[in-house]
């Protein structure tokens, strides 16, 4: 049986999410800032009485940024890690796929944020994919700048 | 079969932990056959369930200590020091062997005989030496499971957060149901669910909670430990072991009290030598109990040892370099107490292998600190130490206050905040100094941060509207934060943010609010560090500044209340003195008019325009102009106010003085003055008596001076008694002990000392008469 991935656009990206670290895709509701805290992170949103700390992909991926306070709903992709729940802003959200292949690393060059989100090319029907790098997205531009 | 093993251990470590104190209690009385029987019972058990699983090395091992201890039980051998640290010491490694084979290594390989033959009639030592390093390891193994209940932690935990969710949820529901129109129905099937959750979460709290007792039965033992090694005698006395924490919370502090307690035993309990030189008893007392008290524990440890010198405190201070001479030389002695909780002060002479480990005091009360609780110290030289740790009874769920910068709110831990204070009040001025702001609190000064400025958040309020909370981060000084607004207490259910919050150093994790929305619950440390406020710099009593307390004529405080009669009035805040509930039947009229029955005082009473129709409890202000009390009875306190606009004059003298207008509403002023004068009339007598201080050691005084004190009329009162003296005779040359003495009086022993108006020769009867009688004519 081959990974399942969930197709979602990021920054105007068709991209991969492992559709298995995905829990659901919410409307995201009233957001609240957390001051000081680094930018990708858009703040914190209330599901079903658990908090998720909301990031903004754009951002995480230096791509600009999500409007999230003009009264438009913002689709999100919930994910788990180490315990916490976050959602990762995306533009929209396609489809499920069957992955055709491994990960294979892309020779080409990418963009600065994407390639340390990186996780390869996977084949689909719907054509090359890039593998998003879950844990990489949500550490964001930060983490990478300390550990560079 | 691994079944049975696994109830084995189990059993044998739930036997090993409830002999931790057995054991001891043995060695202290040998012929207590209830204690013999039950570690016999012990050995006796593992001796039986070895056989069945084949562990010849526990068989022998428990085969002798039940023999010997059989010998005891028959009266053939009496058990002796050198049998107990035997017996001791085979427990022990019993223990050790328990806890391989519940690891799956099975019984190690390793030889008993020194074990076995130290069991013997009249072996002696080295049982000793083998079995001290596994003494600790054992007690420390057995103890960290769980006592009767054999439930999977984790499974405890996902329940809890279940009902932590549960309960969120229904916060939700109950905001929807408040928008949603009325439903009788609806409304009271909610009420049920809701009255079941909480039930559950009550009960579920419960489940995590832990008897103390699990943290206490390894303390006799230790502290044994401690005592054969350094050579002294101590009686441990437990008490509370009942009191439930949550698992937890006993964990974390487990590390502090055994640190403590370590402490007790090295440093503050003399050796049997030193004690009896003391006049003490050779046996040292260590006590340690627990108690709730409302949503915390305490947990005190006392020692009747040599207690801690406070000067050596401070000089060991000034050495190290951990305050100024001149701030020390400052401190009061509490201050100076607390030295012993900073990093590089210790007063042990030499590091020993007990308690000299590194770890000091400093770490104690972090470590208390964090986890929302407290540590106090009080200590006699010669006397004894007694500390308690205040630590709240759950992690989980932290009382916090709700405040607001703009339009977002965020949560503070109550445990932090000291007291809240307006910015514009009249006892707070708010300055900046170079650019850092710093408040005056009723003449302390506190570093200030705007809560607007750490956030980056923009909030259009300034300074001076804003609300100062005053926090005291664990471990910290106190700091002044100015938030936009206040809201509400609120228990919250808080959880660990992501890491990428946490990273900010200003939360301590994330809540939902009732209505739903996430809240940011502070770290008050971080906000301090973020907002630039160096908190190691320790403020001790040491920046006040003395400023005079602005007496501003426009704002004079006033208590806004509803009179009897339903009439908005207002008191000067000054006069009263507090505010008391009665039964009506306690207000009668007497002598000529109308008295209330305050406890042992008889006050006239105003404000009762009809006594008849009084009835149930009436509320009462007492006022105090000084010297005289008058009761005067309202309905309801409305609010603390200050008087805003001038007072119109009323046009006939009378119990009102005028009307001004009071929160937007005109209110009649209560005149005070016109009270006193009408009620107490010219028959006053002073309800309160003068008092008179004597030193408590000098027989002389107190044989001979204090009859003649008394028969004077006055209340003869000691040093230490907290009273405010009216008059305070001392020896010749002696120092005045304390700040409210009143007038004072020496007495010579010689007359040529007699120097001056108020120094009396002792013998000098007429002249101690008229000045005892005329101190307290100055007072009339």
Redesign the interface.
């Known amino acids: 049986m081959n990974e399942l991935l969930l197709i979602v656009s990021i920054a105007g990206s068709r991209v991969a999410l492992p559709a298995a670290a995905v829990e659901s895709v919410v409307e995201l509701e ?1 957001l ?7 930018i ?2 858009a703040g ?3 599901l ?4 998720l ?1 909301v990031i903004d992909c754009r951002r995480s991926l230096e791509l600009g940024a999500t409007v999230l306070d003009d009264g438009s709903l913002q689709e999100a992709a919930v994910v788990e890690l ?1 315990g ?1 729940h ?1 959602a990762l802003t995306v533009d929209v959200v396609e489809d499920v796929v069957e992955a055709l292949s491994e990960p294979a690393p892309i020779r080409a060059a990418m963009g600065d944020g994407w390639e340390r989100v990186s996780k390869g090319m996977v084949e689909t029907e719907e054509g090359p994919l890039l593998l998003v790098d879950i844990p990489a997205i ?3 531009p930060a983490t990478e700048a300390r550990a560079a | 079969m691994d079944d049975l093993i696994a109830d084995f251990v189990a059993e044998c470590r739930e036997m090993l932990e409830a002999l931790g104190g057995e054991i001891v209690a043995w060695e202290a009385n040998p012929d207590d056959r209830a204690r013999l029987d039950s570690i016999f019972r012990f050995v006796h058990t593992v001796k039986g369930n070895c056989g069945f699983f084949d562990f010849p090395r526990l068989e022998t091992l428990s085969h002798a200590a039940e023999d010997a201890l059989a010998d005891c039980r028959a009266g053939r051998r009496h058990p002796d020091g050198a049998l107990v640290s035997a017996v001791l010491a085979v427990i022990d490694r019993i223990g050790e062997m328990i806890a391989s084979i519940d690891a799956g290594d099975g019984v190690p390989e390793g030889d008993d005989s020194a074990l076995i033959d130290a069991l013997a009639p009249g072996a002696e030592g080295p049982a000793q030496q083998v079995a001290m390093p596994a003494a600790v390891d054992a007690a420390s193994k057995a103890s960290s499971t769980p006592r009767t209940i054999r439930l999977s932690v984790e499974l405890l935990d996902r329940v809890m957060s279940g009902v932590s ?2 309960v ?2 229904r916060n ?1 529901l109950a905001r929807r149901l408040r928008e949603a129109p009325d439903d009788v129905a609806v409304d009271g099937a909610f009420e049920r669910l809701s009255g079941i959750i909480a039930e559950m979460r009550d009960a579920i709290t419960r489940t995590r909670m832990q008897r103390i007792e699990n943290l206490f039965v390894a303390l006799p033992r230790m502290v044994r430990d401690l005592c054969t090694e350094l050579g002294k005698q101590v009686l441990v006395d437990i008490d509370g072991g009942d009191v439930e924490l949550d698992r937890e919370m006993i964990e974390m502090i487990r590390d502090p009290l055994t640190h403590i307690i370590r402490n007790a035993v090295d440093h503050g309990i003399e050796t049997p030598a030193e004690r009896l030189k003391a006049g003490k008893r050779e046996i040292g007392l260590l006590s340690v109990s627990a108690r709730q008290s409302g949503n915390q524990i305490l947990i005190e440890i006392a020692d009747d040892g040599k207690g801690i010198e406070a000067s050596k405190l401070v000089e060991k201070a000034v050495a190290n370099g951990v305050i100024e001479r001149e701030v020390a030389s400052r401190l009061s002695r509490s201050e100076q107490l607390a030295l012993i909780f900073e990093a590089g002060v210790s007063t042990a002479k030499e590091v020993t292998a007990i308690s000299g480990r590194g770890v000091g005091m400093d770490v104690v009360r972090s470590n208390v600190e964090r986890i929302g609780g407290l540590v106090e110290l009080d200590s006699t030289p010669g006397k004894g130490t007694r500390m308690v740790l205040r630590v709240p009874l759950t992690l989980t769920i932290i009382p916090a206050l709700t405040v607001s910068i703009g339009s ?1 709110h965020f949560a503070i831990p109550r445990s932090a905040i000291e007291e809240i204070v307006r910015a514009n009040g009249g006892s707070v001025t708010l300055e900046r100094i170079g650019g850092a702001g710093v408040a005056t609190i009723r003449g302390r000064r506190v570093p200030e941060v705007a809560l607007a400025d ?4 923009p909030s259009a309020m300034n300074d001076q509207e804003r609300t100062l909370i005053v926090l005291r981060p664990a471990g910290g000084d106190v700091y002044a934060l100015a938030v936009d607004r206040i809201h509400d207490h609120e228990e919250l259910v808080v ?7 946490m ?2 150093g ?2 301590a994790g ?3 609010a009732d209505d ?5 619950l502070f770290d008050p440390a971080g906000l301090a560090q ?1 907002g630039g406020v160096r908190l190691e710099t320790l403020e001790r009593g040491g920046h006040t500044a003395d400023v005079p307390v602005a007496v501003n004529s426009n704002e004079i405080p006033v208590l806004l209340f509803r009179g009897l009669d339903g009439a908005r009035r207002a008191l000067r805040l000054g006069v009263v003195d507090r505010i008391e509930e009665v039964a009506a039947d306690a207000i009668r009229p007497s002598a000529g008019r109308l008295r209330v029955q305050l406890g042992e005082a008889i006050l006239p009473l105003a404000g009762v325009e009809r006594p008849d129709e009084l009835d149930g409890k009436v509320r009462v202000f007492r006022l105090n102009d000084g010297t005289h009390e008058i009761g005067y009875a309202f309905r309801e306190v409305i609010d603390l106010m200050s008087i805003e606009r001038d007072v119109i004059p009323a046009d006939v003298p009378g119990a009102i003085n005028g009307v001004t207008l009071i929160g937007g509403e005109p209110a009649e002023l209560v005149d005070a003055h016109w009270l006193f004068a009408e009620h107490l009339g010219t028959a006053a007598r002073p309800q309160t008596q003068l008092v008179c201080r004597l030193p408590e050691g000098d027989a002389w005084m107190q044989n001979m001076l204090r009859p003649i004190v008394e028969a004077a009329g006055y209340l003869v009162i000691g040093d230490g008694d907290e009273l405010s003296a009216d008059l305070t005779i001392v020896s010749h040359g002696e120092p005045v002990q304390s700040a409210q003495s009143g007038r004072v009086l020496r007495l010579a022993t010689d007359p040529d000392q007699v120097n001056g108006q108020d120094s009396i020769y002792r013998y000098d009867r007429t002249g101690l008469l008229l000045a005892i009688k005329s101190a307290s004519g100055g007072n009339r």
């Open positions: 009233a609240i800032p957390v001051p000081r805290a680094p990708h992170v914190l949103s209330a079903r009485s658990r908090v700390t180490d916490h976050y949500i550490a964001g | 969710d549960m969120l949820a939700e977002q750490v956030l980056g958040l959880k660990p943010a992501a890491p990428a919050v990273a900010t200003l939360y994330t809540t939902l739903g929305s996430p809240i940011l973020v």
